[in-house]
Every structure is written in C-alpha cells, then in structure tokens.
C-alpha cells in the first residue's frame, strides 16, 4: 500500500562521497525503526544502518564511522550519507522498515565505487 523509492545513487572513486534519499509515496511514514539495506548480485541482501523514530542509530561494522543515516518524519524521508565509500560499498541500495519489512522493496539505487 506504501512504496518506498530510493534514488542518490551513481559511480564514484574511491573515498567519494553519496547521499542517498528514501522517500515514501503514501501518507504512511509511522513506522518507528526505517533502515537502509543493500545487495550484491548473488549476495544477500544486508542491513547497512537503523534509525528510530526517536532518531536512535545502529550501524553495521562495516559501514560505522563512514555512514550516517538520518530522518525527515515531516518529509517521509530517510537518507544515508556515505563518506569514505570503498569498492566494497557497491550494492545496490534499499530502504525499509526494520525488523519487519513493512513497505514493499522499491527498485533500489545502484552505488558503484571504483578502486
């Protein structure tokens, strides 16, 4: 009922720098913990980072002190600024509910980081 698109992605070198944004189409952006994922073809898919309503942050170890992942409640969106980006950053990006993946899995937004 609610679609999450993602967008932000591209092609950078290596220590560049993306800042993805998720935006919700419905009306719907009440769920408390929205985290970013992201797959490599023929991996599975990971959880990058979690934010709270409250605006509580969790990160994955390989991501801690490079990524930040932020909220927008009023705007319906979460971002995910990433600095530092190594090449094996590149996935392709998703946002959604955590642990429960309430929204459907939009198409996601490619990052490609160059060595």
């Known amino acids: 009922q609610v679609q999450l698109v993602e967008s932000g992605g591209g092609l950078v070198q290596a220590g560049g720098s993306l800042r993805l944004s998720c935006a919700a189409s419905?009306?719907?952006?009440?769920?408390?913990?929205l985290g970013w994922y992201r797959q490599a073809p023929g991996k599975q898919r990971e959880l990058v980072a979690t934010i709270s309503g409250g605006g509580i942050t969790n990160y994955a170890d390989s991501v801690k002190g490079r990524f930040t992942i932020s909220r927008d409640n009023a705007k319906k969106t979460v971002n995910l600024q990433m600095n530092s980006l190594k090449p094996e950053d590149t996935a392709v990006y998703y946002c959604?509910?955590?642990?429960?993946?309430?929204?459907?899995w939009g198409q996601g937004t490619q990052v490609t980081v160059s060595s």
């Open positions: 419905g009306n719907i952006f009440s769920i408390n913990v």
């Open positions: 959604n509910s955590w642990p429960v993946q309430y929204y459907y």
